[in-house]
């Protein structure tokens, strides 16, 4: 199955990521981890991005479309995926579709998590990663153990650096500018599916789940 999940920043795209995908078998790959992954590891590609990212802007698409064809061609992709944070805007959603016919394939379903601007900005507030395994908790809704520390691996959290709140505020704008118009897009298509994303985590992945799982008898 190959899903797209769009929503602001602080949606809860990365943390549903992790159970959608777990939960179909696909695989799961985010922009933004994998700019991030770039950065902290110095690369050109990295040094790049973070221009961008610590403004909150989008990195240009001729470099965030680079890494997503040469992510989409590994092997773990070719049995199914969901892309969180890619497409970000109408050209990037084109790159996409012509790069899953030249794979003979297509999108099954564009999944967007529905919260209003207030939430987002009290998710993101409170928002903690852990620096080696990537999962995300939150110090009022989802904290772990013991402070700063993470329940899955021990590993130390951070906070992001775009997470400060006017950068939040910059990503709000972009994201309604450029990405919110993907939305009647994709309706268009036929492939848009929203769901209500407040409340407890384990329910929006269960709603999530729900409105997926009746196209899996129609993979191809
Ligand atoms: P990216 O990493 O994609 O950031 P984003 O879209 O701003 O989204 P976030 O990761 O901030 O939020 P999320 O929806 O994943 O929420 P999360 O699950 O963490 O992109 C970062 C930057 O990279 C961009 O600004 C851009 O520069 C660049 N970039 C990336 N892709 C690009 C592209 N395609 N083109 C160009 N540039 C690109 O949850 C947030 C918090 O809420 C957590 O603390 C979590 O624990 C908590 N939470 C989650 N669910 C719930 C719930 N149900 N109830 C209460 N709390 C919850
Ligand atoms: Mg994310
Ligand atoms: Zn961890």
């Known amino acids: 199955m190959r899903i797209v999940l769009v929503g602001p920043p602080g949606a809860g795209k990365g943390t549903q990521a992790q159970f959608i995908t777990s939960n179909l078998a696909i695989a799961n790959i985010s922009t933004g981890d994998l700019f991030r992954a770039n950065v902290s590891q110095g690369t050109p590609l990295g040094i790049e ?3 961008y990212m610590d403004s909150g ?4 698409d001729e470099v965030t479309i ?13 049995d199914g995926f969901l892309l ?7 050209p990037q959603a084109e790159v996409l579709g ?14 967007e998590l529905v919260v209003d601007d207030d939430e987002v900005v009290r998710r993101l507030a409170g928002r903690r990663t852990c620096r080696t395994c990537g999962t995300v908790w939150h110090v009022d809704f989802d904290p772990p153990t013991r402070d700063g520390v993470c329940d899955r691996c021990g590993g130390e959290l951070f906070q992001r650096d775009d997470d400060r709140e006017e950068t939040v505020r910059h990503r709000l704008e972009v994201y309604n500018d ?25 329910d929006v992945t269960e709603r999530a789940i729900a409105a997926l799982r009746p196209l899996n008898h129609d993979w191809s």
């Open 84 to 90: 969180d944070g890619f497409p970000r805007n109408v």
């Open 66 to 78: 680079k890494m997503v064809r040469e992510r989409l061609a590994e092997d773990d992709a070719r």
């Open 98 to 111: 012509a790069m899953l016919d030249e794979l003979g394939t297509r999108l099954h379903a564009v999944l």
């Open 49 to 51: 991005a973070k221009k």
């Open 178 to 202: 450029q990405t919110a118009p993907l939305i009647a897009y994709y309706a268009d298509l036929g492939l848009l599916i929203g769901i209500d994303a407040t409340g407890p985590v384990e």
């Open 57 to 60: 802007d989008l990195v240009p």
